[in-house]
């Protein structure tokens, strides 16, 4: 299959060509740069000249790359394999046919040899693009890995335009999304393992670091409402997972997301995973561990149903002691509320709400006194706004006192704020996928999202390297079916 050539006959046959090809541009080179050389320079000449060598350097690439990816396999069908074995099956050698894919430096034409299962059930498969991880039958791994890594950033039209400016190939916008479909299958199954990996790390940095306290693990959840095909908006969901170190300072952040989801059990499971993986590298003991949230549906069954239960993963007698923190600015939310509902909305329940947000805050019972103060209030002055509204902020503040020490949390150095995670609902979901006019499928935007958080997370490149090295390769045989031992892939 692979078609080992020796360099001596490379020197004296086609790569002769090659050389006569190459010799070509070269002087085009040479006369591009005498040229500029001899010319008054300014900027718009400087511009020209730039963009011509890059032209002309990224010919010269796009011929090698041709001439080199031609060379793997032999021309005549009897020099290659006449069975291949993939994935347990054995397949049968037909034709050689060019097919047309996209590189680094430009589409190359690459003659690939077929092979079809015994039995004729099941697809062919072409072994020379499976050996070389032809993405989707599109592009080579550097292309399709950039090309990946501008989706997450860009519009479908963006990206194909970036693709055929740079790199002189046009794709539909078909093509792409296979591409990119393609891309996610081989990458999302090693998100986790990446970013277990990369807070492992940063845990390692954070008990390096200065300071009183032990390190923390801050959890966060949240959702975000998707635009979807159909004119309708549902809600997805995001996570994050970060380290703080001694001093309470943010080290780094890796991120979840999940398109809307009836009971959003995909999120639950991929973040419990997530850290029970790195409490099985990491001793619990000498983290502290914080999971903060607003009260929503979903992050707070999520403390109840899951965290609350949670076992140590290294001792499976004992639980984890989490620590449950509600969102302060949230809570100041409810806190505004109340103030509107005894002064009514103008300028003395704004100078209330202010008071008791500085109380919240800065005292040890800043809950408890907001509660006293609003209670003593309401018996002095009645309400000028809704009852009801009063009842729900104040029932909001009194069922979650005992997760609103903010005043001790701020001298534990303990996030106060479920900002890491607001910010996740903006980078992860709204830079991305609310932009004007979108729409999305569940299918088409979990794409994105899983290519997305891996390049948030800063896993992106680990990630993709696990993929390439985990891609099965075929593997000639003879034409009894054994494997070749001595060279698997050579004719």
Request: proline share 4%; hydrophobic share 40%; with cysteine.
């Amino acid at each position: 299959m692979i078609h080992h050539m020796p360099i001596k006959t490379l020197l004296t046959t086609t790569f002769k060509s090659l050389v006569m090809q190459l010799s070509g541009l070269l002087a085009q080179g040479t006369r591009l740069l005498a040229r500029f050389i001899n010319a008054e320079p300014t900027p718009a000449t400087t511009m020209a000249f730039e963009r011509a060598l890059s032209r002309l350097l990224r010919e010269v690439g796009r011929r090698i790359m041709a001439w080199a990816l031609n060379r793997l396999e032999p021309e005549a069908d009897d020099e290659a394999p006449s069975r291949v074995m993939f994935e347990g099956r054995l397949y049968r050698r037909r034709r050689k046919h060019p097919h047309e894919v996209g590189t680094l430096f430009g589409p190359v034409t690459l003659g690939r040899r077929l092979y079809e299962p015994r039995g004729r059930r099941g697809h062919a498969i072409h072994p020379l693009e499976l050996r070389l991880g032809i993405e989707a039958g599109l592009a080579t791994p550097a292309l399709a890995e950039r090309v990946g890594h501008w989706a997450t950033d860009h519009t479908q039209n963006e990206v194909r335009d970036i693709i055929e400016r740079d790199h002189g190939v046009s794709w539909s916008c078909t093509s792409l999304r296979k591409l990119l479909g393609s891309l996610r299958a081989g990458m999302a199954p090693h998100r986790e393992e990446a970013q277990v990996d990369r807070v492992v790390r940063w845990i390692e940095q954070a008990r390096a670091s200065k300071g009183h306290f032990r390190p923390t693990l801050s959890v966060g959840r949240d959702g975000i409402f998707v635009p979807l095909r159909g004119g309708v908006a549902q809600e997805g969901a995001t996570a994050t997972v970060s380290v703080l170190d001694r001093r309470g300072k943010r080290v780094g952040t890796v991120y979840l997301g999940q398109m809307p989801e009836s009971g959003q059990g995909t999120l639950t499971d991929q973040l419990t995973g997530l850290l029970q993986a790195i409490l099985k590298q990491v001793d619990s003991q000498l983290l502290r561990l914080a999971y903060v949230s607003d009260e929503g549906h979903h992050p707070c069954m999520y403390y109840r149903q899951v965290l609350h239960h949670m076992v140590d993963p290294r001792r499976p007698w004992r639980r984890l002691e989490w620590i449950r923190i509600v969102d302060f600015y949230h809570v100041c939310g409810y806190v505004q509320q109340l103030a509107d509902a005894i002064f009514g909305v103008g300028d003395e329940a704004q100078r209330w709400a202010k008071e008791m947000r500085h109380v919240l805050k800065t005292k040890a019972d800043g809950a408890a006194r907001v509660l006293q103060s609003a209670s003593a209030l309401r018996r002095h002055r009645g309400l000028c706004g809704q009852a009801k509204l009063y009842h729900q902020a104040y029932c909001y503040i009194k069922k979650r006192t005992q997760w609103m020490r903010y005043h001790s949390y701020q001298r534990q150095k303990l996030p106060r704020g479920s900002g890491i995670t607001e910010a996740a609902c903006k980078v992860v979901f709204t830079q991305r996928l609310k932009r004007s006019g979108m729409s999305w499928t569940i299918s088409g935007g979990q794409v994105i999202l899983d290519l997305r958080v891996l390049r948030l997370s800063h896993v992106w490149d680990e990630a993709h390297q696990r993929y390439l090295a985990s891609k099965p390769l075929p593997v000639a045989c003879g034409n009894t079916g054994n494997v070749t031992q001595h060279q698997p892939l050579a004719a």
